[in-house]
């Protein structure tokens, strides 16, 4: 129950900062995730989103 709730209030936090317009993923991972920039937790919260991010904007048609 806990991890679900943790996991929709990440996604609502990454939903307002894009719509801020953040697109650094360094940034969005530090807020997203709670975590400073050059903290390995931030790197490696930031390798995680940039794997979402990449695979979800990525259509099928593109994917090879």
């Known amino acids: 129950m806990k991890r679900a709730k943790t996991l929709k209030l ?3 936090k990454m939903q307002e900062a894009l719509g801020q317009g953040i697109v650094d993923l ?4 530090a807020i997203v995730y709670g975590a400073n920039p050059r903290n390995t937790k931030a790197r490696s919260a930031t390798a995680k989103l940039r794997y979402l991010v990449l695979n979800v ?4 048609s593109t994917k090879k």
């Open 10 to 12: 990440r996604s609502i």
């Open 26 to 29: 360094g940034r969005l991972a």
């Open 57 to 60: 904007s990525k259509s099928p």
